[in-house]
């Protein structure tokens, strides 16, 4: 998988765009509404990642079962993990922890 490639995947989210606002080499993946991110996509030493939130558990979890998670790179480690990509992570399962990232931060209903 290329840059690009998670890049237009993150974009199919409602309301995503694609934001640089450190330097053309970072893509943060934001929410239109609340401007909040949720997948920041670089490169590091030659490595392709991309840095998501998530939940603290799951986070801890996701880390344990795969050896190309870690804690978020520059993030809160508690609450972002930083997925190589390439590595043992199933192409499903990055899905699945992009769909959750994009849930933690996306507007809540009005009651």
Same mark, same amino acid.
């Given at each position: 998988m290329i840059k690009r490639e998670l890049i237009d995947y993150c974009?199919? $989210?409602p309301s995503s765009y694609e934001? $640089?606002?450190f330097d053309d080499t970072a893509a943060v993946?934001?929410?239109n509404?609340?401007?909040k991110m949720f997948a920041l996509i670089a490169e590091r030493h030659g490595k392709l990642y991309i840095n998501l939130k998530c939940d603290p558990v799951r986070a801890d979890n996701l880390r344990i079962i795969f050896d190309s998670v870690t804690g978020g790179w520059h993030m809160n480690k508690d609450h972002w993990n930083t997925v190589y990509i390439d590595g043992d992570v199933p192409e499903d399962?990055?899905?699945k922890m992009i769909e959750h990232s994009y849930d933690l931060i996306k507007p809540k209903a009005k009651k």
């Open positions: 974009l199919t $989210y934001d $640089y606002p993946m934001r929410h509404v609340n401007k399962e990055l899905y």
